[in-house]
């Protein structure tokens, strides 16, 4: 614990420093951000995330917050790291909103002006979801102290919405494309990626600690609302113009997948850490590939690097999208959701015209640039899994038992 | 052993490549035509090994390739093989050597060489193979070197090869066919049969777990799959040799097949491919041995290929008999006696082995007679430059040696006694006569009009060639080669004349004195009487105008099956195919794209941007949720 503290106290001495060096700033960032490794098993790829997005950051250095940006991925990585470690109910809810937060500032900064509407727009719907979420836990671990059936899907209903409303998953996804397409790229790009991994973690440690009440039905829901997730997502993304937006509708459709892990919640343990290990894989594919993909869509990248992540996010072998979707069909079909799964595979082959759409869009030729050698590494990251992810399994084994 | 099959079965390929590649990198190489002898040499090398195995004892000589799928290759040498062997390699070196000269002109002779040769290595495959996998990969390797040799002059630039009167329409159809047209109705044909037949032999693996011929347990095979399963899998399966042999309704690829050089006339259509069938239906009946099961499934297969056998025989006599063109005449005549062999052959279902045995001489008889027939026709058409048959007495002085092989070979062949064919044949009367308890006189009756028909147009052909046909004026040179072929093929006749009478050939077979007693009856004097009467009738009158001999000469019209009717059938199917086509292709391409577009552009329509409108979707969706789950939570 000590160390996360000294962490953040360097994070914050690095906001403060930031007055007289940004470049200082980044250094102490990535430093505190490197003293979570030792902790988790996961820390290294969420850092790796972490340290891709500071990198990022560099590219846009002329906005408003230049220097404190970098304190606030630190802080939002540490908090990640931690919510694989941590147990208690309080010190979760507490690592959603630092993590939940610090973007309502990131949103907003521009390398012209400050882009308040936005902001406002983004804000609004965070706040709905952090109450709506917070609401939902609460309740949950206390249906759950009391034995209570009615009280617990009330819980359960606000836990998934508040969820839905923070990851942006439909049909709760209205502030998704607005905000995609309006904010700033590399702003938009900690968004979706670095953000969405607390809410999600947070999610899955109450519900598996309060999993005994879920009953079938209330599953239903949950697996409906995936679903329609799914569909909105990439038939959206299907007519989308923009690189923007399509990747936001890509997001929808990517959290849908994730949501749909869930469904799995009341299965046996072994297939529970599927759709876990299925659940986090897709975080990570999302996370880098949105890195990489906002990164091109703000300076264009080469089409290898972007045919890459596209093949990833359709799920092509050997790359991370590949096992994520597998482990998340696995556990699917082992838990009684075979029509989930069917749907989750119709999905993928309805995305794969605009992901590769989305690479002539993007893929306009290699520059030797910060943004350009992001999107490299995290086309990189896609290969991880040519080494097949058994290993990632045992670590979900280990980090959720 | 298995080195003298390899040497038997790989040296005509071998030995034909250096002329295949030859023609291969040189579209006319005139250094290469001295090459072709190398082919022939392969050929002798397969024959020396076929007489090393006909003298060599009765044994299986198998070979591991994928034994456990039980596909090896098992060699059976045994009284069928060693002799259908000895009788295709020789055919086929003979029929080499008149080639030589026959396509010594011809512009690619890479192609022909290879072909067949190949065709060759393919029938010996055949011949020996006693594992139904490997006898079906020769069997294939027969269709597809005759499509390669019967469409062997592509250009269908000669008239000299087609077949009919070009130009001629009946009812809208074009009545003569191209060597192209040939090919392909050829192999096309065939597939019809093979298909049914890969299907039947997966059947018997299945159900009796061996693919060799002489292992599988016919009886046992027959219990378990029942009367109507044994039916139906020998049915499916003699499809194949139907289609190879040219029965009725098969039997219009043959007709046209007369569009290839007449030595693949000679090799495929009177000795080997087309007997191929034939052969098939004695060696699986020796192992069947149909006269000790009691199955009517079994019973029924062989009723119906005695009588397909029969009526086939009659039709291609009936059409041989009105047809003019030289080789057509000759290949109707083929599919004539292939009838008679299979329905011979079927008969022993009651009279036992021995109808397998007079099927079997007779086609060894056939073999040498036709080919014989195949040569000089082709030799006649050299000098003649005609397809159909013209020629007086000036032909034959000019062409002695010609003549005096169509005298042996018709006269042999047709049934006189006491010559050749009439010991087989009376012993085919003796067979059908014994089949009268089961189905009355109608299979002699046919046999004897058949074999009537059959020598008076063997003498046809023989007096409107040499003696009372149109007068030609020819100037032959050369020819030797071809002459000494086709003498040496004919005088095996005679040899044959000497093994069936002393009985005491080389091969010692006592058969031969069922035919010699068969022959002394008076019935079959009888036959042999008025086979003779319609052979001296026909030689003096060779030609008979009349409107049945017209619908005879064109093959009563069977070519519209073919031509007519099997393509407006497939149209149709192709018709239905393509509507299924568009059908998909809206749906793919039209429908579904645009039904997905519609709803993209829906869920892209919420996206109005104003922050009044997603508070209200949001609150409304939050609030509709929990509506569920509640009502949810009560019932629960």
Known sequence: MIIFLIAILIAVFAAVVSYWNPKISAVMSVLAVLMAIPYSPFASLILAIAILNVVSLLAIRRNQIVGVDYAIIALMSLATVYSFITSNLAELLLLFVVVSTPTYLLVMIGEERLNVEIGIKYVTFMVLATVLFIIGAVTLYHAHLTQDLSLYAIGFVALLLGLALEVGIAPLHEWVPDVFESANPIAVSVIASLAKFVPFIVAYKVLMATATLAATQILLILAVISAISMFIGNIGALTAKSASRILAYSTIANMGYILATFAAITAPKEFVYYAIAGGLLQLFVNAFGKIGFFNAVKDGSSSFNAYLLSFSFIGLPPLMGFWSKLFIIYALVFSNFLWLAIILVLNSAISVPYYLRLVRLVGTGWKFSITNTVTLFCALAMLVTLVPPSWFLELVVGGFR | ?636
């Open chain 2, 1 to 636: 052993m298995i080195e003298v099959f390899l040497a038997m079965l790989l040296s005509p390929v071998l030995c034909s490549l250096p002329v295949a590649f030859a023609w291969l990198i040189d579209p006319k190489p005139e250094w290469a035509r001295k090459l072709p002898i190398l082919a022939v040499v392969g050929l002798f090398i397969s024959l020396i090994c076929a007489l090393q195995i006909l003298f060599s004892p009765d044994r299986l000589v198998k070979s591991d390739w994928l034994p456990e799928f039980n596909i090896n290759f098992v060699f059976i040498i045994d009284y069928l093989s060693k002799i259908m062997g000895t009788l295709t390699a020789l055919i086929a070196f003979l029929i080499g050597v008149y080639g030589l000269e026959y396509m010594k002109h011809d512009y690619r002779l890479g192609w022909y060489w290879f072909f067949f040769n190949l065709f060759t290595a393919s029938m010996l495959l055949v011949v020996y193979s006693d594992n139904l996998l490997m006898l079906l990969i020769g069997w294939e390797g027969l269709g597809l070197a005759s499509w390669g040799l019967i469409g062997h002059w592509f250009r269908d630039d000669d008239e000299l090869s087609y077949v009919g009167e070009v130009g001629r329409k009946v009812a809208g159809q074009n009545y003569f066919w191209s060597p192209s047209t040939g090919g392909w109705r050829a192999i096309s044909t065939i597939r019809v049969g093979d298909m049914p037949m890969f299907f039947a032999i997966a059947a018997i693996y299945f159900f009796t777990g061996t693919l060799n011929i002489s292992e599988i347990h016919w009886e046992e095979f027959a219990k378990e799959v029942g009367s109507f399963g044994i039916f139906l899998i020998l049915f499916l399966f003699m499809l194949g040799p139907f289609t190879k042999s040219a029965q009725l309704p098969f039997s219009e690829w043959l007709m046209t097949a007369m569009t290839g050089p007449t030595t693949v006339s000679a090799l495929l259509h009177s000795a080997t491919m087309v007997a191929a069938g034939t052969y098939l239906f004695m060696r699986l009946s020796w192992y069947i041995e149909p006269w000790n099961l009691h199955s009517e499934g079994i019973e029924a297969i062989y009723i119906i290929v005695l009588f397909l056998g029969l009526i086939s025989a009659f039709y291609g006599a009936s059409v041989a008999l009105g047809c003019l063109e030289r080789k057509v005449l000759l290949a109707a005549s083929t599919m004539s006696s292939l009838g008679l062999m299979f329905a011979s052959t079927a008969a022993c279902a009651w009279v036992g082995k021995i109808a397998i045995l007079v099927g079997f001489w007779y086609l060894v008889t056939h073999a040498f007679a036709k080919a014989t027939l195949f040569l000089v026709a082709g030799h006649l058409i050299h000098e003649t430059h005609d397809r159909f048959c013209v020629g007086g007495k000036e032909v034959a002085k000019h062409l002695k040696l010609a003549f005096i092989a169509t005298i042996v070979a018709t006269l042999f062949l047709s049934g006189i006694p006491p010559l050749t064919a009439y010991w087989v044949k009376s012993a085919m009367d003796g067979v059908m006569h014994s089949l009268e308890h089961h189905f009355g006189y109608l299979p002699l009756f046919l046999l004897v009009v058949t074999s009537a028909i059959y020598s008076a147009f063997l003498a046809k052909f023989l007096s409107l060639n040499f003696w009372k046909g149109k007068e030609v004026h020819i100037h032959p040179h050369g020819g030797g080669l071809m002459s000494l072929a086709y003498i040496a093929m004919a005088s095996m006749l005679i040899l044959l004349l000497y093994i069936y009478l002393t009985g005491e050939g080389f091969t010692k077979l006592h058969e031969f004195a069922h035919f010699v007693e068969e022959g002394f009856l008076t019935s079959s004097l009888m036959v042999g009487i008025i086979v003779l009467v319609t052979y001296l009738l026909a030689l003096y009158k060779p030609r008979l105008e009349s409107p049945i001999g017209k619908a005879l000469g064109d093959r009563l019209y069977m070519p519209f099956l073919n031509d007519y009717i099997v393509p407006k059938f497939g149209w149709f199917l192709a018709k239905i195919a393509d509507y299924g086509n568009r059908l998909i292709d809206f749906t793919c391409h039209q429908a579904i794209p645009s039904l997905f577009e519609v709803y993209s552009l829906g869920v892209r329509s919420i996206q109005s941007g104003s922050m009044e409108r997603y508070v209200k979707i949001v609150v409304a969706v939050v609030l509709i949720v929990f509506l569920i789950s509640a009502g949810m939570g009560v019932t629960i």
